[in-house]
């Protein structure tokens, strides 16, 4: 670990106000920490919503699908991620596409198409660059080089599933969002754990992961419940300066329709 990095623990640990068993677990490619075998195959349907602090009487609904697919690539194992935001109206359906090894979870690809335009990357471990393979690609020129290897920050939910969570555990973990600003480390604290009731009444024991901060001068706080048995990524409450989100996984997952079954 080196020193920017360890002071950086030490000044995160001690505003969250960690006892002093806690232990602060720093999640690096290089380290593979994750445990993928816990990445399962399949079709995740996730319902999320938005509660604005304006009109507390409205919700705003989108169904998020995220499917998790074991393929290769240039004769290498990888996992491929193919998501889908649906809405309300074309405008806010978002499609994200990503390729990451097997083997530790590291980002080859990815991809985001909003409206009629896609921004893709190829993804190293010391660097990120514009796809010229994607046409009209408004990020081809785009390079940024990195101090080491990052995780994808847009797949949170499935490196949550894959993190060795236990009871007063830490995480720094090196997250990139594709195009913007450098990698970080983010803190991740498990704060208890908590029996979940899910579809059918069903109860599940869950850790609960949170990370917080202030954006903008607006304090948030992001919480998560993931399965201590299965491992899966259950439940999802944010706290903003402008309202709330929840995500919530459904048990019977819907596929698109049109596309499986076109006329």
């Not at 690609?137 to 994808?152: E, G, T, V």
Request: proline content about 4%.
């Amino acid at each position: 670990m080196n020193i920017r990095l360890s002071i950086l623990i030490i000044i995160l640990s001690a505003f969250l106000g960690l006892a002093a068993h806690a232990q602060v677990d720093t999640i690096r490619l290089s380290d593979k920490r994750l445990s993928t075998s816990f990445l399962k195959p399949g079709l995740n349907q996730y319902l999320v919503y938005y509660q604005i602090f304006k009109k507390p009487k409205t919700l705003i609904f989108s169904i998020w699908l995220r499917d998790v697919e074991i393929a290769k690539r240039n004769g290498e194992k990888v996992f491929t991620i193919d998501q889908h935001w649906y809405g309300d109206d074309t405008s806010t359906y978002y499609k994200i596409y990503s390729v990451n090894r097997a083997a530790d979870f590291a980002p080859i690809f990815h991809s985001e198409t909003e409206l009629d335009t896609t921004s893709a990357y190829n993804w190293y471990s010391d660097k990120i660059v514009g796809a010229d393979t994607i046409p009209n690609n408004p990020q081809k020129n785009f390079s940024l080089r990195f101090n080491s290897a990052n995780f994808n920050w847009n797949l949170d939910i499935e490196t949550f599933e894959m993190l060795p969570l236990a009871a007063d555990k830490v995480f720094a973990i090196n997250f990139y969002d594709a195009g913007l600003d450098p990698p970080q480390y983010v803190i991740y604290k498990v704060i208890g754990s908590e029996i979940l009731t899910i579809m059918a009444n069903q109860k599940v024991d869950c850790w609960k992961l949170r990370t917080e901060g202030d954006k903008k001068g607006h304090h948030f706080t992001e919480t998560y419940w993931v399965s201590k048995d299965s491992h899966e990524f259950l439940k999802e409450e944010d706290s903003y300066a402008t309202g709330y989100r929840y995500k919530i996984k459904m048990q019977a997952a819907t596929p698109d329709l049109i596309s499986r079954y076109p006329k």
